[in-house]
């Protein structure tokens, strides 16, 4: 009798059928109710399949199953990829019903996809790590078997009515936890309440993956051997000091990518978020040929690759100093549709639509934003968002609270002082407003009324009105 083509052949038709739904993510009690026998009696068949394949893990069957002329080493380790990489493992279902694994499972696939579409990370399919599932696996055995830094674990809990989804993100390399956070809300409408989750977990992820992956200091960014990737990730980390001297490193690395690789889509949109921020924070000695750098640079991304929603945000918020306000909202659109989970995109949505007088869009949207992502160390753009929004409907105690926090998180981002200050003109707190002004001149001692012109509002008519409430502030130049 002659040796079988696959090492799964030496099973029989029902152990072959045992092990493939295992392979693919099956739980003991799924097994058992399709094929109406006992959970009990499926271990033993998959002992007794172990034994037969040699092999002693799920992954290993998973291996075996998917490619079985695969002759490389079953227990080789993969090497981490060049891009920030994460494996979404199957969230555990505790609720002790196995009819709510559809809820658990649905999670866990719409995380895995969401995170797929990033062109910023590697993301480990469904089929490998629902391999683990139902097992107590050790993180960073995981992550070394899969070859990635992050592994991202949860699980789903329902009482009644409500749920409860835990999620929590695992460096892989030190087994220390990154970021965890805990989802509750009504299964009135279980699609909406699955989407909110995903949309939280994702936006909340692609930072804590970004902001940690990139760890080396500053000095080591001078390395020859750095690839575009790398020189391209550790400008955009750079991005979130907002100070002159980390942009202008940002430029340096981005500069050394594209004279590598000009095509790149991605060194393109950071160098344009680079020139955007540059201007933006009153940095550039040139503010609207800086502006208009950022703009040719972000158009250019968009052409490189029209399926990145970060090209999209990027080209979106250049135009905003240039007042190119419906083209702004066109592209921050475009970016939200190719990736609905994408926070950043939210927020500065959120923003054009304030600055051409949809206050109640705009504030919903900042919203999402900051519900999405609320580590996000650029969050005070979000909250100077609605604090604009806030202004412009007449909602000025509003505006006061909103400008205030972003002043508290970022005390030199002058936009957030101005509309302080224009606030309580407009309700006629005179002493407050000029203390907003003087607070503002012992954190930015050149602020003037030229510096809101970096952040038009389309009407006219509205921009002056602001410009005269700053005015009686006591703000001139």
Not at 111 to 131: D, Y
Request: glycine share 6%; charged share 25%.
């Amino acid at each position: 009798m002659g040796k079988p083509s696959s090492p799964i052949d030496a099973l029989s038709a029902r152990e072959q059928e045992i092990a493939r739904a295992f392979s693919s993510g099956e739980s003991y009690n799924q097994i058992a109710e399709r094929l109406c026998i006992a959970p009990s009696t499926v271990r033993t068949h998959l002992t007794t399949i172990y034994r037969k394949l040699e092999i002693s893990s799920k992954l290993e069957l998973h291996k075996l199953i998917a490619n079985p002329g695969d002759a490389s080493e079953p227990n080789a380790k993969p090497t981490l990829p060049d891009k920030p990489s994460i494996a979404v493992l199957a969230f555990e279902n505790m609720s002790g019903e196995p009819e709510q694994e559809y809820f658990s499972d649905g999670i866990t696939e719409d995380i895995i996809t969401a995170l797929s579409r990033s062109p910023w990370l590697f993301v480990i399919a469904r089929n490998t790590t629902f391999t683990y599932k139902g097992e107590n696996v050790d993180v960073r055995r995981v992550a070394s078997e899969l070859g990635v830094r992050f592994v991202l674990e949860g699980s789903v809990r329902r009482s009644g009515d409500r749920v409860r989804v835990t999620a929590q993100l695992i460096d892989g390399l030190s087994g220390g936890h990154v970021w965890s956070e805990r989802y509750d809300g009504q299964l009135e409408d279980v699609f909406d309440l699955q989407d909110e989750i995903t949309r939280n977990v994702v936006a909340s992820i692609q930072t804590s993956v970004h902001l940690t992956t990139i760890d080396e200091p500053v000095e080591r960014s001078a390395r020859p051997d750095l690839t575009v990737w790398e020189l391209t990730m550790r400008a955009w980390h750079l991005l979130y000091d907002f100070t002159p001297e980390s942009f202008a490193t940002a430029q340096a690395l981005l500069n050394r990518a594209l004279a590598t690789d000009p095509q790149s889509a991605e060194a393109n949109m950071v160098l344009s978020l680079i020139h955007h921020h540059t201007a933006l924070m009153g940095y550039a000695s040139d503010t609207q040929e800086t502006m208009r750098t950022a703009y040719a640079l972000g158009r250019r991304a968009t052409e490189l690759d029209d399926r990145n929603e970060y090209a999209h945000w990027a080209f979106g918020i250049s135009g905003w100093g240039l007042n190119k306000h419906d083209e702004s909202i066109v592209a921050l659109e475009r970016a939200v549709e190719l990736n609905p989970n994408c926070s950043l995109a939210y927020g500065s949505l959120g923003t054009a639509l304030g600055l051409v007088g949809r206050t109640e869009e705009a504030i919903n949207n900042q919203q999402i934003a900051i519900r999405s992502n609320p580590r996000d160390p650029s969050i005070f753009f979000r909250f100077s968002g609605i604090a604009l929004a806030s202004y412009l409907s007449g909602e000025f105690d509003d505006a006061i609270n909103w400008a205030g926090r972003a002043i508290h998180r970022m005390p030199r981002w002058y936009f957030a002082h101005l509309v302080l200050a224009a606030s309580h003109v407009k309700l006629d707190r005179m002493d407050e407003a000029h203390a907003a002004i003087c607070a503002s001149k012992k954190v930015l001692p050149d602020l003037s009324l030229s510096d809101l012109d970096r952040v038009p509002l389309k009407e006219p008519a509205l921009m002056e009105e602001l410009r005269e409430c700053l005015r009686r502030a006591g703000l001139t130049g």
